[in-house]
């Protein structure tokens, strides 16, 4: 910076005190126009209000210095961050998980509904038996049991099952059932109480007819 | 008489003299909240940013850290602090960079390194009183001119004291000093400007 433009800050602030010098930079036009710009702005911050502390603040000041509140040693201040941003995760993160939990979820049962075969299983039951739709006052009606019709009245053949040979052997199988009623887990009973024990088919153990 | 800085310093540190400490907080706590007040343009902040530069303070005069020497200059040990706690508050949010010693005298750009934080001073000028205007003004200047502007009219500070707090040449601080009054000046001038133009709606 020029010298002479040093020169008047210092003397306007009071830094430089040689009254001769300061008449002999005024003489210089562009010195004594800088000197008078200067000097205004310096004038209005000469004449700012000056601010304080809050009361309160220099309470806690005094109360330290009186040993009264204990300082907060700087190890504690390194400390307070990591509190803080723990606290700011659980403030801020968990609902966010939350949401994308959420989002996750909604997507992934989009995706699983508009799977082909998921689709397709639940079409015909709306498109193709809208008579079996339950109306909704029927979920609070007490609906007794149907009972169940017994295997045995059902005709067990199949469609196809019909050739002779086949039809025989069931024929056989249905007349032995009444008598004998042996299944898993009854106690055995000899062979020649069953149905047909006396057949030629037949025979005790050890016996010889030869 | 007044006492010394000094003084009350021995008197809190060696009688443990709650009034000399109180004394020395009353009689600066102006110099210094001005100057933090300034620096981070939030009177909350530097609320919490005194507090902590006089904890710091009494740890200090309490022995914990030894960085006081008693040289006759406590205001401008408080100041120190006062600065490294600013700093690191601005730092912290980007809002300071740290420059060279300035020596190179170039301080034409400055206008690039306008803050640009919150709106412009000039907008809403109508609505202020002209200490709100001014302290908006000096809200916009660059923040190693605002600086020397606030060691110097807050803390009061020679040009000296301000070189060797900041780590620059004098002729620096001398030249920051002139292009903050001049665009302080400049900035005020804009204002009254826009103050007579209508509202246009």
């Known amino acids: ?210 | 008489m007044h006492p010394a800085d000094e003084v009350l310093v021995a008197r809190y540190v060696e009688e443990a003299d709650q009034a000399a400490f109180r004394t020395l907080v009353d009689r600066h706590q102006e110099r210094v909240f001005g100057y933090l007040r300034g620096m981070v343009k939030d009177r909350d902040v530097a609320n919490d940013l005194f507090q902590e530069t006089f904890f710091r303070v009494i740890r200090a005069l309490n022995k914990e850290r030894g960085s006081y020497t008693r040289q006759g200059k406590f205001l401008g040990w408080v100041l120190r602090i006062a600065r490294n706690a600013a700093l690191d508050h601005l730092r912290a949010r980007k809002k300071w960079q740290d420059l060279g010693n300035g020596d190179d005298g170039d301080e034409s750009a400055w206008w690039d390194r306008l803050p640009d934080d919150g709106p412009s001073a000039l907008e809403s000028v109508q609505d202020m009183e002209e200490a709100d205007l001014l302290k908006a003004c000096i809200d916009r200047l660059p923040p190693e001119q605002r600086e020397v502007v606030l060691l110097r009219h807050e803390s009061d500070l020679t040009f000296r004291e301000i070189a060797d707090m900041t780590d620059c040449s004098i002729n620096t601080a001398l030249g920051r000093m002139r292009y903050a009054l001049i665009n302080l000046r400049r900035m005020m001038e804009e204002a009254k400007r826009l103050e007579h133009i209508p509202a246009s709606d």
């Open chain 1, 1 to 210: 910076m020029h010298n002479g433009k040093k020169d008047i800050l210092l003397h306007l602030y009071g830094e430089a005190t040689d009254a001769e010098e300061l008449r002999s930079l005024l003489r210089d036009e562009e010195l004594r126009r800088e000197h008078a710009a200067l000097s205004e702005a310096k004038f209005r911050l000469d004449h700012l209000k000056r601010e304080r502390p809050d009361p309160v603040i220099m309470d806690r000041i005094l109360a330290a210095a009186a040993g009264e509140q204990g300082l907060p040693s700087s190890t504690d201040r390194k400390d307070r961050p990591a509190v803080a941003r723990s606290a700011r995760m659980r403030k801020v993160m968990l609902p966010a998980l939350t949401i994308a939990a959420a989002i996750l979820f909604g997507v992934a049962v989009g995706w699983f509904s508009s799977q082909p075969g998921t689709a397709q299983v639940d079409e015909p039951a709306v498109a193709t038996a809208p008579d079996d739709i339950v109306p909704p006052e029927s979920l609070y009606r007490f609906v007794p049991p149907q009972p169940v019709t017994p295997a045995s009245t059902q005709d067990p053949r199949l469609a196809w099952d019909d050739s002779a040979p086949l039809m025989d052997m069931h024929r056989r199988i249905e007349s032995m059932r009444p008598e004998g009623m042996l299944d898993w887990g009854e106690q055995a009973v000899p062979l020649e109480s069953l149905p047909g024990s006396g057949s030629r088919s037949l025979q005790l153990t050890g016996s010889n007819k030869n």
